[in-house]
């Protein structure tokens, strides 16, 4: 059984903050329907009673499917991108993205024996709020909201929110500590990041 508290603190992703470009196409009906669609698949999987393998296989791709992970990528890396070459920002985002699918597949994972279920959908700003609510085996119902933008040119979420706490911000600050522990070196974060991978 998962208990609400490592939920909270294992599923963590880089930040985003307010997408740039305005949404022309995105709306509150389109916002719906890819969490919607989202959550569908989700509960496909944790229906399916495949091997757990083949379920967080199935639960990677489905992260790859709905977020934005280019602009998660870039946002994770934040102010070190200044000093990064084109080479290196093209190599961290290429690991990044690999690297967070797996760890959002594992923490989908977790939803075996739950469920999702989509409650309500708002405009914030230039994005949409999708929420939802999480039902767990043996743990009261949680909410977990979704923000979604077609700032990519497609309808993506680019940040997650657990009960109100907002898991992507964690991850720009583990690769800062990741950077940190490197002395700084962007190559030798990239190569610890593929082994953590």
């Known amino acids: 059984m998962m208990h609400r508290r490592s939920f909270l603190t294992g599923l963590t992703a880089s930040a985003a903050l307010v997408p740039a470009a305005p949404l022309w196409a ?15 698949d989700i ?11 083949a379920m967080f296989r199935e639960f990677e791709r489905i992260f790859k499917r709905y977020s ?10 934040g102010v070190d991108a ?6 290196q920002k ?49 743990q009261a119902p949680f909410e977990v909201t979704f923000l979604v933008s077609d700032r990519s040119g497609k ?5 997650m929110y657990i009960e109100g706490v907002n898991l992507l911000l964690t991850e720009r600050t583990e690769i800062g500590a990741i950077l940190d522990s490197n002395q700084g ?13």
């Open 155 to 159: 309808d993506l979420f680019f940040n």
């Open 68 to 77: 934005d992970t280019s602009y998660i990528a870039a946002y994770a890396l």
């Open 90 to 138: 093209r190599n961290f985002s290429k690991t990044f993205q690999g690297y967070i699918s797996r760890k959002y597949g594992k923490r989908f994972r977790e939803f075996i024996g739950g469920s999702l279920e989509v409650k309500s959908v708002k405009r914030v700003k230039k994005w949409y709020e999708v929420s939802t609510t999480a039902f767990l085996q043996g």
């Open 26 to 40: 995105l709306n509150e009906a389109g916002a719906s329907r890819l969490i919607s669609s989202l959550v569908t």
């Open 185 to 197: 070196d962007i190559d030798a974060m990239i190569a610890e990041l593929k082994r953590q991978s």
């Open 43 to 53: 509960n496909k999987v944790i229906a399916s009673g495949k091997a757990e393998n």
């Open 82 to 87: 200044r000093r990064a070459s084109a080479a």
